[in-house]
């Protein structure tokens, strides 16, 4: 027979018993609907953290003291650690030879910035303060005005630089380079402002930076301080690290024998500990949808032995005409891929439609998972396959008399 033929045959059949064939298809929608939604879902999210995540400029790496995306036991553990102090970093920048950058910051949070007309922020502001390299390490912008030199640093100038949520928050209506804000009761002159950026989740453009030496000054030098440092080239990024590395033990007096006191990550290493972590979802949710497919695949046989039964007859006179066994069974196995594929349809479609929700929800970009639903597509053949080799096989060793005979 024709394949056109025989896509004719089942949705002939799906018709003529249609609350039977959607009650039997559901099993198959739900079941990848499940499987496409929350893949989606977490393509979508993932997509989103891992551009959140790169941060960072290219061949760039950072070390503080805390790591990130760790089990609390290894969060306590770090919590024994002594802080990275401004000494040590400024010891490790005066010695480091592979780097084209080497930034230095510190943070402080829960900040409220107000303007002198009275526009304010929630007290939800995270406050930096940054060298001159501090700047190009964090991937950061220049939007309007511009940023700090050497002289700011020099001077301790109170001055700063705005995110583009403060901007928003503040100065809605007009210009803020050359306007003042207050924080901590202290007036910054803002001297320009940064491009927006975003995060994956939350916003990641509601801070303000200050030179570092006006931040040590205000708040004292001993802080958390954070090293971030840019290689001079891809090629010398590795023997960078391991030169930084060197650097921070010695200056930390940590023995050759023990593991390092501080974290170094970069964007790779960051969106590999996050996709570590997704793994583990996608795995149970695909064993999860998984046995719902087996269920709707049970439902697929017992929908076919029916058909077989109700269509005994016309069997009967197939092979009474000469049909063989192997166009029954290629018949029968090829209604069964077809009804679980329109089945994979709908539940791929409504998947990949439910999954980009996320994305509408959280304002971020859509995706089109082509992978899960090409794997979607070929679960449902499969199904087909496995359930209607059964029924197929009954169909194909029927007896044409016995068939013929059949009311």
Known sequence: MEFS???????????????RSALTLLGIVVGVFSIIGVM??????????????????????????????????????????KDLTIEQGEYVRDRVTLAKYIGLEVWASAKTVQSLSGEKTNPNVSFCGENVDGIPTNNWTIKDGRSLNDDDMQHARNIA???QDVVQKVFPRGDPVGQEVKIDGSRYTVIGTFE???????????????????????FGRKQDVHIMIKSASAEVYDDCLEETRSILRTVRKVSPAEEDDFYVFSNDSMIETFNGFTKYVKLGVGFISFVSLIAAGIGIMNIML????????????????????????GQFISEAIVLCQLGGIV????????GNLTALLFDFPAVMPWDWAF?????????????????AWKAANLDPIEALRYE
């Open 5 to 19: 033929e025989i896509i004719k045959i089942a949705l002939t059949s799906v018709r003529a018993n249609k609350l």
């Open 40 to 81: 989606t879902a977490v393509q979508v999210l993932q997509n989103s953290i891992e551009t959140g995540l790169s941060a960072l400029g290219s061949h760039t790496f950072q070390i503080q003291r805390m790591p990130n995306m760790v089990s609390r036991r290894e969060w306590l553990k770090a919590m024994a650690r």
């Open 161 to 163: 630089i705005l995110g």
């Open 196 to 218: 927006k950026s975003g995060t994956s989740m939350g916003s990641g453009d509601n801070f303000v930076v200050i030179p570092l030496s006006t931040f040590l000054q205000k």
């Open 306 to 329: 029916v058909s077989v039964t109700e269509r005994t007859k016309e069997i009967g006179i197939r092979k009474a005409i000469g049909a063989q066994k192997r166009s029954i069974l």
């Open 347 to 354: 539940g791929i479609a409504l998947g990949i439609l439910a």
């Open 375 to 391: 794997i979607g597509f070929a679960l449902c053949a499969f199904i087909g396959i496995v359930f209607g080799v059964y029924p």
